[in-house]
């Protein structure tokens, strides 16, 4: 079935460094992307979201970049922060069905 | 406001019982919720999808027999797991919409450890 992926399974950044998460997915009817934030034992937290009719929107320290040529996201985390040291799903919402297929997740590692 | 709360947080059962896992919208009416599963280092998978007053929507894959989904209300949806086994333990984490969007408001999870 279609699935939405992740380029890198792990990612190891130095505090105050930018972080860039990337993540393909594969099923172009796809009309909205969130990225969640989970940490160890949590349920996902709510980072940032995009439309397919956007190609970038920005947040507090958070950026998603929408490539719908190339069926590609991104995270981008400004100022990397040890309190950002987590892992991070992109999810997409196959268009009209109102639900959300995650991807494979990419743990962040902040490093003093 | 957009809280989601699960019930218990963690649970230890027996192999062979049924174990039930709340989820409850506090500040909002959630119109439909969610099921999803996760095992160790995996993504989310999702189980089932339900609305408010009507039979669960299950994926492909999830027995339905197994785990029964029920949404009384507006604010509150059980998962129960039936004749637990041990490879049933996982981390079963619940979200639910307002109906305003496609955003999911996620619960903490419940860790399940059948023995």
């Known amino acids: 079935g279609e699935s939405v992926g992740l380029h890198l399974p792990t990612l190891s950044v130095q505090e105050g460094d930018n972080s860039i998460i990337n993540c393909a997915y594969s099923?172009?009817?796809?009309?909205?992307f969130i990225w969640y934030k989970q940490e160890s034992g949590k349920g996902p937290q709510f980072i940032i979201d995009?439309?397919?009719?956007?190609d970038k929107r920005q947040g507090q320290r958070v950026t998603v970049l929408l490539n719908k040529t190339v069926k590609h996201l991104s995270l981008q985390i400004a100022a990397t922060q040890p309190g950002d040291s987590a892992v991070y799903f992109c999810?997409?919402?196959?268009?009209?069905?109102?639900?959300?297929?995650f991807g494979a997740g990419t743990r962040l590692a902040v490093h003093p | 406001g957009a809280v989601v709360s699960q019930h218990p947080s963690r649970v230890i059962c027996k192999s062979g019982t049924s174990v039930k896992i709340e989820c409850r919208s506090l500040d909002f009416q959630a119109t439909t919720m969610f099921w999803y599963r996760q095992f160790p280092k995996q993504s989310l998978m999702l189980m089932a999808t339900?609305?408010?007053?009507?039979?669960?929507?299950?994926e492909q894959g999830v027995e339905k027999d197994k785990f029964l989904i029920n949404h009384a209300s507006l604010t509150l949806s059980t998962l129960t797991v039936t004749s637990a086994h041990p490879e049933d333990s996982s981390f079963y984490i619940c979200?639910?919409?307002?109906?305003?969007?496609?955003?999911?408001?996620f619960g903490p999870g419940t860790r399940l450890t059948v023995t």
């Open positions: 099923n172009s009817a796809s009309d909205y």
């Open positions: 339900s609305n408010e007053g009507s039979k669960a929507t299950y």
């Open positions: 979200s639910a919409r307002n109906g305003k969007g496609h955003e999911q408001y």
């Open positions: 995009i439309r397919s009719n956007m």
């Open positions: 999810a997409e919402n196959p268009g009209g069905y109102n639900k959300l297929i």
